[in-house]
């Protein structure tokens, strides 16, 4: 959705708030293509302060479905983060870091996807666990050990240990 701020960028003190519906589909990085299954309106405020910053602030609340870590089974995890940016409209030279961070406001326009996209990225959950016990799957077979059970060997024999295994398997055999 693209927001026209022109009005607030050309007079000192002035600011709106507007709900912006998120049109992203899906959330795509280079982890993958990830669903967005829920989204809910995003109450945008944009204040211009005495002409010398722009404020952007509003609350998100989506829910992605993200492999689990282990069994790679769908997780609808809810992303919920603030929106707080401060950009400068007094002229002043801008290092690269800032000019990087406005790539979704273009002239008088506020892109919102690339503005949740960016935000999506930074609060990006570390690991995704369908639950604390989950099990994963099987490194041989592949199965979903949550859901059934299999006779696969899961524990690979150090191959440093080779000489002393023998040594107990001829125990065995006596």
Known sequence: MQIDISEIVSCADREMTTEAVIEMQSFVSRLGDFPITEKAPVDIRIANQENKRLLIRGDVNLTVSIPC?????????????????????????????????????????????????????????VKVLCSEGCKGICKVCGR???????????????????????IFSKFKEV
Do not use: H
């Not at 282990?70 to 290092?95: M, N």
């Not at 050990?145 to 023998?166: F, G, H, K, V, Y």
């Open 69 to 125: 870590g282990r069994c790679l089974e769908e997780v609808p995890t809810e992303l919920r983060f603030p929106i707080d940016k401060t950009l400068r409209l007094d002229g002043s030279a801008v290092s690269d870091e800032e000019m990087e961070e406005t790539d979704y406001l273009t002239g008088s326009d506020l892109d919102v996807d690339k503005l949740i996209y960016g935000e999506i990225l930074v609060n990006w959950p």
């Open 144 to 166: 979903n050990l949550n859901r059934e059970t299999c006779d696969c060997r899961r524990t690979e024999p150090d191959p440093r240990m080779a000489a002393i295994q023998e």
